[in-house]
Structure formats: C-alpha cells, structure tokens
C-alpha cells in the first residue's frame, strides 16, 4: 500500500528514536571497546547523533549484523536506564566460525555496524528468590537481571563458573555484593556443584542459566523436579533433537499468494521460502535466535528450534524454518 | 541523562484556563492552539501542573520513561502522596522493572498473530451488525454501531461471562473521568463505580473466564510464572479497563470522518485494503485519548523551562496529534495521509497493548461496511460525550444508502 502524503516536511521533527531499516537493523558505531578478562571484550554502541535507542529488558539480546556477512546474538549487560547505549560482551571463540574473532581483531571504536532486535526469549519473571547459573561469558544477562532483582527486593544469588579465574568478566563489578556472589573457576575449584546449589534452594526459587551447553544439560539434570516454568535457560548454541517426524517430502503453502512449494525430507524450508522470494528475515539459521519466526495457519509443524517449551509447541501457530519442517503432508505458512 | 543544567532558565508561560471544563472538553482545538503557541511547556496554575502540546516535546516525553514515569499515576492524582482510588494498574501505572513481566505476558496474547483465529467470528459480527443497521436506514452510530460492535465481540474475546456486561461502559467512562480532577464529571460516576468495579474484579477471577479467551491465557502464564497469581487478575482487570471505552470512541471517531467528509468514505470503498489506515487516521484525527500524565522523575529541562523534579506534566495527545508543524493540514480526516507516528496509542513502553485488537475490530467493521453501502450520510446533530480523558461522541445519527 502506497501512502502519497508527507508529513510537513519543514517543521518535522528529528527522530528521538533511532530508527529500524527495512531489515529490522540500525546502524550503530562502536563508541568504546575495552578488554574485560582473558579474551573477553566489552564493546558500547551508540546512534549516530545520540539518538535513543529502542528499549529492552534484562535478558534481552541484540543481532550483530558483522561486515564479513556473519550474524551474531549477544546479550545486553549494560544499563537500560541509559537509553543512548547498549553494551556487550564478546567472548574470542577459537572454534567458532569467525564472528566473535572478527569483533577481537578487526572491529575499532569508529566504526558503524548493524545491530538488530532487541528481543528477548530470556525474560526476568517475578518469584520469591532468584539463583542465577553463569558459566563463563553467560555471565552477560545476568549483570542487568541482578540489577532488577535488587531493585525489586527479591533476594538472589550468584554461581559463577569459569575455565580460570582471569578469564572470568565483570568479576569486579560483582564485588560490591559480597557473598550473593560465588565466585568458580574450573582450574581451582572443579566443576561446579550444581546439585547442592539447586537443592538448597526452595521451591519458590527461580533459577535462570546461562552458558555453554554441557552446563545447561547439567542444570536441567538437577532440576527435574521443580515446577514448570521455575528453570529458565538461555541458549545460545541449538539443543539437541530426536530423529525427524516424517522422512518424506511434503508441501509447504504460502497463503498470500497461493504459492506452493515441493520440500524433499532434507531441505531447509527456510531456503525454499528465499528461493521463492518469501519475505522471511533469518539470522542464526540454528533455530536458537527467532528472527525467522513464520506464523502457521494450517498443518502440524516438526518444531527442531531451541526456542518454543513444550506448550507453545504443541498451539502449532508460529515455527522456525531455519530448522523446523513438517509433520503434515502440507503446512500452510501466513506468507 | 541531561539534568538541568545552572544555564538561564525561564518561568514556563502559564495558561489559566481549566482542561477539563465543559467547554474546552467540547471542543478542544482553540485551547490546543494557544498551548502549542505558548510554548513547549506551560504551566496551568488551576491545578499547578506543567503541560505539553507539541508533537516533538510530547512524543519525545513518552518514549522517555526513564525521566517522566508513569508510576506516579497517568492521572493528576500524585501516588507519591495519594492514595489511588483502586490498586494501580500493572501495566498503566507502573515503570520499568515492575512494568516488564505484565507487559510480557500480555504482548503475545494480543499481537496480529494471537488474533488471527479470532477474524473469521468477527468479520461474521461485523456482517450481521451491517445487515441490522441496512434494515434499519436511519440509525446512531454510536449506539447502534461504536458502543455495539466492540461490546458484541471483546468481552467474549476475554471471556467473560454475558450477565452484566452493562457495566463495562459506565467503568470504563469512570476510570477515564478519574484521571482527572474531582469535578462533576467524576461524581456523577461516584454512586454508581463501588458495584460497577466489584462487578469488573469478579470477572478477573479465574473460574469466571472461558478456557478459550484472554484472560484464560492470562491466567495461564500465571502456571508458568510469568507472572504471579495475584498479578494475574489485575492483568485481565486491564483488559476490561482499557479496551472498551477506547474502542468505542476510536469507532465512533472513524464514523464522524466519514460522515463529515463523505469524499473519504468514496475512497475507502474503492480501495476497502485503506481501512487500516482510515482507523490510525481516525484516531489521530479525534484522539479518543486525549491526555495523559506523566511525573518527573529529576529536574526536566523543556525547552528554557526546567520542571522540577516530582511534578506532573499532562501530554496533550491531541493536540500533538493536530501540530501543525508535525502534519499538513492537520484538521482533515484524509485516507491518503501516513498517519503512522501518531501519539494517540501512546509511544514507547507504554503504548497501547490492546492496538492490534482495536484495529482488528475496526478493519472488520469498516469492510462489512464499505462492502454492502454506497453512502454514509448524517441525519441530525452529532451530540459530543464528555470525558475528562477521553474525547468521543454520545450520538451520532446517521442514513445508510446501501448498495
Ligand atoms: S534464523 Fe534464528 S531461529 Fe531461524
């Protein structure tokens, strides 16, 4: 739909809100970069020209849109009561693919990058106590959240675990609050004892985790019995998945345009949809990060993202095509 | 965050005029005028508030929570030294940290997607409402249309029960009176508000909603612990609170531009896909919520005027919504305008929630409409609603010519 009339264009005023593209990115530069531990930097971004910046909440997580074409989450640890800047934290990951070096060695204080969201699937939900599981750089989310716990009054405590105790971030900014924090390194004190730090905990406790996936697993091991809803992980590598639903090829619908198209058991429905011309935005394309999020009108999706509990999964009304496919012969996609 | 600086500063020019005066309530434009020509804050002695009217200053003062909250009432009751008449509401009342866990739990229950399932029984309503009102010729659209359309579909979308839906517009009407001063507006509802609000409470109760609606799902992110039990009910109270009154004038706002400007009505049926955007218009046009307040929460410096730290400052959504220097010709209701930017669900962390089920509601009515009738005209006085926050039509009477 086209819409011809401008606003007044002489008297409009600027933005106060720096404004989302046509990708669902802004343009931010990188206004301080800072060593933070053994391998670990903090990076500020800012507008051009001071602008706000859209809000979040703690546990929210940004796009970092990478100029050799990679797309990055990081979760915000600053202070969302600055609205002007968002801070990260980049862990140098020798085996990942590139991104997290390319932030290290090439990206300067100066220069402009894209950064989409926020979003965030790793919200701080009222309870009575609050445990927070950090391993290593998962430490970022849990900066702000603490923030917002003391400022809501709700106790909480903090088991941070890391490789050694000088690759562990923000070590100094947890000091001031005693012994809420404990602190873990690997090569002192072994692996963490998350058994008893779960078990001491009653069952008002919310615990949220964060960290490489061997602790997740080890978290969820030890919180089998808590209620629904009381363990909150975030991922930011893709959990692991039973076997595929059906080992056929089906049919995928776009009910805009009617289009259908013909997807053998090992496509990514998602590279059927761009080769389509589809207008569906992707980021991780491990199904952990929601930017290809596609609502479902008709038909039983086999959802293989990180993202959905169990509930959501079985309402059938929004998947992820970067890694999900179909249970049914045909899935109609709201495209 | 810019604190005021020891720079030069000015007295904020004061206006004394009352805002909600009958006669200001009735017609609001001259005033908006004057207060967009006074400057970017004013001061209006009669209640000792600051007060803005132009798009940038207000627009800019609602995206920023973090220096004007809303935590100390939206209304010019200050709840850092009085007692809000009924518990604040979770999500109009409250700021960052409270505000997120209600705000989360509501956002996916009313985003475009939640609702889609929700179309096919509405665009059945909005048929039967548009037969019923061809059957009749002459009819109010207010009554007959504004009030009955959002009555008809969204309290079965929340699911509550039939018995005693009567009460939502009297609540609702009251609660937006009471963001006001006490004046007769507000004592008129007094007498009736006590059983009108138990009856509103009773209906966030969980074993009075349907399985199927809203507040059923509200409930059910209580389960998970989203958010608590107790916060649960308060969040389906929001529902109630918010989502009727506003609906009704925002309708009832889109039928006056078509009535006044029957041009617009032809340019709706040649290209019906424009009811979107006749309804963002609509409500940018007539605001059906006109004001709101803010608290400062340091020394704000506006303009020259630096407002202390502590008091409130009423955003003049219509009158942004009419700046002259935001939008041309700022008086006409025009399909061809972008009205996107408008102020009038609010801006920011607090904008309107319920958005999407408002636009749905009027995208269905407005197609039944622009499908079956070729002309929509007036048929006597429209007779104006008076409300201290909200700006709305009591009748409107109307003739259909249908196709
Ligand atoms: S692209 Fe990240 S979830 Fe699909």
């Not at chain 2, 138990?198 to 409930?219: K, T, Y």
């Amino acid at each position: 739909m086209s819409l011809s009339s401008s606003p007044a264009a002489a008297g409009r005023p600027a933005p106060v809100v720096a404004s989302v593209g046509a990708s669902g990115r802004v343009a931010l530069v990188v206004t301080a970069k800072d060593p933070v531990a053994d391998g670990v930097v903090r990076l500020r971004l800012e507008a051009p020209g001071g602008l706000r910046l859209p809000d979040w909440t703690p546990g929210a997580h940004i796009d970092l849109g990478l100029p050799n074409g990679l797309t990055r989450q990081y979760s915000l640890c600053g202070d969302r009561w600055d609205p002007r800047s968002y801070e990260i934290a980049v862990l140098r990951e020798p085996d990942g693919r590139g991104g997290s070096a390319f932030v290290h060695d090439h990206l300067a204080v100066g220069d402009g990058i894209e950064v989409g969201g926020p979003r965030n699937h790793f919200p701080l939900v009222p309870a009575d106590r609050y445990l927070f599981v950090a391993g290593g750089i998962g430490i970022t989310p849990m900066l702000p959240m603490i923030e917002q716990a003391t400022m809501l009054d709700t106790p909480w405590s903090l088991l941070y675990g890391g490789r050694r105790r000088v690759s562990m971030a923000f070590v100094d900014r947890l000091a001031r609050w005693g012994d809420r924090v404990t602190l873990w390194p690997q090569d002192s004190h072994g692996l963490l004892d998350l058994a008893s730090a779960v078990d001491a905990e009653p069952s008002g406790t919310k615990i949220y985790c964060c960290g490489p996936a061997p602790l997740l697993a080890a978290v969820e091991s030890v919180c089998t019995d808590r209620p629904v809803g009381h363990l909150r992980i975030e991922r930011f590598e893709a959990r692991e998945q039973g076997p595929p639903v059906r080992t056929t090829g089906y049919e995928v619908e776009l009910a805009r345009t009617g289009t259908v198209l013909g997807i053998q058991p090992g496509d990514s429905v998602l590279d059927a949809l761009a080769a389509a011309g589809a207008p569906v935005l992707a980021s991780c394309r491990q199904g952990v990060c929601g930017t290809c999020e596609t609502t479902v009108l008709a038909g039983t999706p086999d959802h293989r993202d990180s993202l959905l509990d169990e509930a959501q999964r079985r309402r059938n009304d929004c998947f992820y095509p970067c890694v999900s496919r179909s249970a049914s012969d045909r899935l109609v996609l709201d495209l | 965050m810019s604190l005021a600086t020891p720079d030069p500063t000015v007295e904020a020019p004061a206006l004394d005029v009352d805002p909600f005066g009958p006669e200001i309530l009735a017609d609001p434009i001259p005033f908006h005028e004057r207060l967009r020509a006074a400057g970017p804050v004013v001061h209006l002695p009669r209640y000792d508030v600051y007060a803005m009217g132009r798009y940038a200053e207000v627009h800019a003062a609602l995206v920023d929570w973090q220096r004007f909250q809303s935590a100390a009432g939206v209304g010019l009751s200050n709840f850092r030294s009085e007692k809000p008449w009924r518990p604040p509401s979770l999500l109009l009342e409250t700021d960052p940290p409270h505000h997120d866990a209600p705000r989360h739990v509501l956002e996916p229950i009313l985003n475009p997607r939640a609702l889609r399932a929700l179309r096919p029984r509405w665009e059945t309503a909005a048929e039967e409402l548009v037969e019923d009102l061809l059957e009749r010729e002459r009819f109010d659209a207010v009554s007959n249309l504004a009030e009955r359309f959002p009555l008809r579909v969204f309290p079965d979308a929340v699911g509550i029960p039939e018995e005693g839906r009567e009460n939502l517009l009297p609540y609702g009407d009251h609660l937006f009176n009471a963001f006001g001063p006490v004046n007769a507006l507000v004592e008129k509802g007094l007498p009736r508000i006590a059983g009108v609000s138990g009856w509103v409470n009773e209906q966030c109760r969980r074993e009075v909603l349907s399985a199927d609606g809203f507040g059923a799902r509200i409930w059910e992110a209580s389960d998970c612990g989203d958010i608590t039990a107790e916060q649960a009910p308060l969040v389906v109270r929001s529902l109630l609170s918010a989502g009727v009154d506003t609906t009704v004038h925002a309708l009832g706002a889109v039928m006056a531009g078509f009535l006044s400007s029957p041009e617009q009505w032809e340019r709706l049926r040649a290209e019906p896909a424009r009811a979107r955007v006749a309804f963002d218009e609509a409500i940018r046009w007539e605001s059906p919520v006109q004001t709101f307040f803010r608290t400062a929460t340091c020394d704000v410096r506006v303009g020259d005027v630096v407002v202390p730290e502590g008091r409130k400052i009423l955003m003049f959504l219509g009158s942004a919504n009419n700046d002259p220097s935001r939008w041309e010709r700022p008086e006409e209701f025009d399909l061809d305008r972008d009205p996107s930017g408008h102020v009038g669900f609010g801006m920011g962390i607090h904008q309107c929630v319920g958005q999407h089920v408002a636009r749905m509601e009027a995208e269905c009515v407005l197609h039944a409409l622009a499908r079956r009738v070729k002309k929509i005209e007036p048929d006597g006085i429209p007779v104006r609603h008076l409300n201290n926050t909200l700006r709305g039509f009591s009748s409107l009477p109307a003739r259909l010519v249908a196709r």
